[in-house]
């Protein structure tokens, strides 16, 4: 069968008529509004992978409070057990203190050196007592000034007298010391 088309050709619309302006401007609208829901599609996507993720997080957080809350316990439980600790660490050492530092006097005393009183404060020692001569007092002070109680020691007064030692008159010195005891042992 044959076609034939009676219309003048220049009343004749053909394919080459279609603008192309026009159809360029529709082309390019479709184009992007479907790259706007590709990215609209690719953002719910997105999102619901971020709450499913958040969902996950979360129950793993309700998991971890209880774990949370045993630490905080068991943390305060140590904080009570530490300071008990401190407590009995003070008791123990003002109970061994006073015969530790007796016994440290002790040792320190020179030969014909004797003490007649000892008064111990919260910071302070007052030691008097008698020695042969001065040099004796002299040595007894350097000596407690080395001891790890002591931070100074200081010779008070120093009295010369005559004392009755069995049958004869000699002459000794009374003395008085002042001694600052450590922070560390207060």
Excluded at 4 to 14: A, T
Excluded at 37 to 63: G, M, Q
Excluded at 159 to 181: H, P, R, Y
Aim: aromatic share 10%.
């Amino acid at each position: 069968m044959l076609e034939i088309n009676l219309i003048p050709k220049e009343e004749r619309r053909g394919r080459r008529n279609i603008p192309i302006g026009a159809f360029s401007v529709i082309l390019a609208f479709a184009g992007v509004i479907i790259i706007l829901i590709l990215f609209y599609l690719n953002n719910l996507r997105v999102i619901s992978k971020l709450n499913k993720d958040f969902t996950e997080v979360s129950n793993e957080k309700k998991r971890y409070v209880k774990f949370d809350q045993e630490y905080k316990t068991l943390s305060n439980q140590l904080k009570d057990i530490d300071k008990k600790f401190q407590l009995l660490s003070k008791l123990d050492k003002g109970r061994t203190f006073a015969p530790k530092l007796l016994e440290d006097i002790l040792i320190r005393i020179p030969d014909s050196t004797w003490l007649t009183s000892l008064d111990l404060n919260r910071n302070n020692l007052k030691v008097n007592g008698v020695g042969m001569n001065n040099y004796l007092v002299s040595d007894f002070a350097e000596s407690l000034e080395r001891s790890e109680f002591f931070n100074t020691v200081e010779i008070g007064e120093v009295k010369e007298q005559n004392q009755k030692v069995g049958d004869q008159d000699v002459l000794t010195s009374a003395f008085d010391m002042s001694c600052v005891i450590k922070p560390d042992f207060r």
